[in-house]
């Protein structure tokens, strides 16, 4: 079995490793941490319902979204605000399926401020962008750490 204090102190001798990697995962970490947050604040303000309004809409269609190797299917959606305007828009998250059959009511989570800005009310919509920065971060703290402790425990 390798000693993991053997691999991390051969990492940290490669000028590589201890410079340039570092120099481009620093800033890389900071970019998605920023960007995770403004994720994590908006998808904070949907669940405390800060800011939101919950209501029904009904599902009108689907839209296609295609990446690479495979396509997905977005609820389209429709409901009103409270001044009576029809709302329409398609769900920020999507799957391989129609998950919801045309003309299912769906609850819809929308800003009170701009009525455009809606999506549907699910735990994709809600708690993913809460779960992947937290990740994101853990992820970079934790490298940052061993990195950190392998410099320190080579001494």
């Given at each position: 079995?390798?000693?993991?204090?053997?691999?991390?102190?051969?990492?940290?001798?490669?000028?590589?490793?201890?410079y340039?990697?570092?120099?481009?995962?620093?800033?890389?970490?900071?970019?998605?941490?920023?960007?995770?947050?403004l994720?994590?604040?908006?998808?904070?303000?949907?669940?405390?319902?800060?800011?939101?309004?919950?209501?029904?809409?009904?599902?009108?269609?689907?839209?296609?979204?295609?990446?690479?190797?495979?396509?997905?299917?977005?609820?389209?959606?429709?409901?009103?605000?409270p001044?009576?305007?029809?709302?329409?828009?398609?769900?920020?998250?999507?799957?391989?399926?129609?998950?919801?059959?045309?003309?299912?009511?769906?609850?819809?989570?929308?800003?009170?401020?701009?009525?455009e800005?809606?999506?549907?009310?699910?735990?994709?919509?809600?708690?993913?962008?809460?779960?992947?920065?937290?990740?994101?971060?853990?992820?970079?703290?934790?490298?940052?750490?061993?990195?950190?402790?392998?410099e320190?425990?080579?001494?």
């Amino acid at each position: 079995m390798l000693n993991s204090h053997f691999i991390l102190a051969g990492v940290s001798q490669n000028p590589y490793v201890k410079y340039i990697v570092p120099s481009i995962l620093i800033p890389l970490g900071g970019a998605s941490a920023f960007g995770g947050f403004l994720l994590f604040r908006s998808s904070y303000r949907k669940v405390t319902g800060k800011g939101w309004e919950m209501t029904t809409g009904t599902v009108i269609g689907y839209v296609e979204h295609s990446t690479r190797n495979r396509v997905y299917l977005r609820p389209q959606v429709q409901f009103r605000d409270p001044t009576g305007n029809l709302i329409t828009f398609a769900s920020s998250t999507g799957s391989g399926g129609r998950r919801y059959r045309i003309g299912a009511s769906v609850t819809v989570l929308y800003s009170q401020k701009n009525p455009e800005d809606a999506d549907l009310k699910s735990f994709a919509t809600l708690w993913f962008p809460l779960i992947v920065p937290i990740f994101l971060v853990v992820v970079f703290w934790g490298g940052c750490l061993l990195g950190f402790w392998a410099e320190w425990h080579k001494r």
